[in-house]
Each structure stands twice: as C-alpha cells, then as structure tokens.
C-alpha cells in the first residue's frame, strides 16, 4: 500500500471548515484513499473514501486531486467534538482480506 | 456506536496471567480484525478471520497470542503469560469483505499489565 504523510497537528476554530491534507504521492490506479478518525480513548471512525471522484457525505467531503497524489478532508463546520486525531489510510482492495496500516495521522484541535 | 462490541472495556491483570477479550461484530459481517494499538501509536494489525477460517496473522502475532472465531460470529483473543510490553488497546473491527471494504471498529478493551 502506498505511504502518506499528512502534518502531525492543525488547529480549527469552531463553526470554521476544517481542512486536513494528505499526500500519497506513490498511490496505484486501483488504491483507494480512506479516512478514519479516532476520538480520545475511543476505536477508530470511518469517515469517507474514495477513488478517483471528490466525494461527500453526511461527516464530510473528500477531494482527491487528479492525479490522485494527495487529498484533502473537509469538515465544513467543525465542532468541539471533531477535535480527533485523523487518519489517511490509502490501501488496494482485493477479494483478500485487507488490514489497515495507520501512520500517525493529523491531531485536528478545534478551538472555541 | 458501530455495532461491533467488545467485552470487557478494561482490563487489569498482572504479569504472566493470561486474559482473554471478546468481539462480537455487526451480524452480517463475515470479516473480523484484531489491532493492538499503544499510546500514542496508530493501530497495528494483528490478524484477520474470514467467517471462522483465520486467513492472516501479522508477525506481531507471538505464540502467546491465540484468536478464534469458531462459529464465523464473535472472536475471542487470549493471551497468555502475559507480559508489560502487552499493555495495550485492542481492538476488534468487522466488515462485509465487500468491495470497497470499510471496516468498522468496536471501542477496544484497554488492557494493563503491572
């Protein structure tokens, strides 16, 4: 799978669009790119996914540049309860199973 | 909440006990993981069931860690003698193994060796 990086921290002010990137700069024409969050002592979160199109959802919006070598994730009005820490996972789907690899993800801090 | 469950939530044992926690994943789902993850880390994979046929264990995996998932329904994970090294979260996700897969985790058990 290929590797991401994404910035260690962000801080967002409530009520603002949160914005957090990700380069995946080696990524395959058949990996997909996921987004999972994880809430203090909490398990992990789906969020969204995508492939080749931006795509949106009820928690958020994925844009995918196009060629595919880094995304953004769009929390169009973060609240208190967003402050998590946010992984970019870009993985290959295949009929075998697939773990997840986490790096180290972004911890997004939303201020009042 | 996700659907997955794992019991207990905490767990507090002392060196060289052996523990054991349980998954009990979303019903309709034939994929079940286990990941460990430790403070300040992201979760690491440790194996991976296909209805009750265990297909994938990661080289954390020591002999001292067992799963099973004999129905293809819940898992259990035990681990024996335990050791300090082995405090952790582990957590437990479920998935319909359909293209495109996305897992979804239970809340984890926290485990603590002293």
């Known amino acids: 799978d290929a590797k991401t990086t994404q910035p260690t921290s962000m801080d967002c002010a409530e009520g603002r669009a949160a914005n957090l990137p990700c380069n995946h700069s080696?990524?395959?024409?058949?990996?997909?790119v996921y987004w999972y969050r994880q809430i203090h002592s909490q398990g992990p979160q789906y969020i969204i996914h995508?492939?080749?199109n931006n795509e949106t959802n009820e928690m958020a919006s994925l844009i995918i540049t196009e060629d595919r070598k880094s995304s953004t994730l769009i929390l169009p009005h973060a609240t208190l309860r967003d402050t998590a820490v946010y992984y970019c996972?870009?993985?290959?789907?295949?009929?075998?199973?697939?773990?997840?690899?986490f790096g180290g993800g972004t911890r997004l801090m939303v201020k009042p | 909440d996700t659907g997955v469950s794992q019991d207990p939530r905490h767990k507090i044992t002392k060196r060289g006990q052996n523990v054991t926690f349980r998954c009990d994943p979303i019903?309709?789902?034939?994929?079940l993981y286990w990941y460990r993850q430790t403070l300040g880390q992201g979760p690491e994979f440790l194996t991976y069931?296909?209805?009750?046929?265990?297909?994938?264990k990661s080289r954390l995996l020591s002999d001292r860690f067992s799963a099973e998932r004999p129905k293809g329904s819940f898992s259990t994970l035990e681990i024996q003698r335990t050791e300090q090294g082995d405090s952790a979260m582990y957590l437990c996700?479920?998935?319909?193994?359909?293209?495109?897969?996305?897992?979804?985790f239970g809340p984890g058990t926290r485990l603590l060796v002293l």
């Open positions: 995508g492939l080749k």
């Open positions: 996972i870009v993985r290959v789907f295949n009929n075998a199973g697939n773990m997840l690899t």
């Open positions: 080696t990524i395959s024409g058949n990996e997909y």
């Open positions: 996700a479920s998935s319909k193994g359909r293209a495109p897969e996305t897992q979804y």
């Open positions: 019903s309709e789902h034939n994929r």
């Open positions: 069931f296909q209805n009750e046929a265990q297909l994938e």
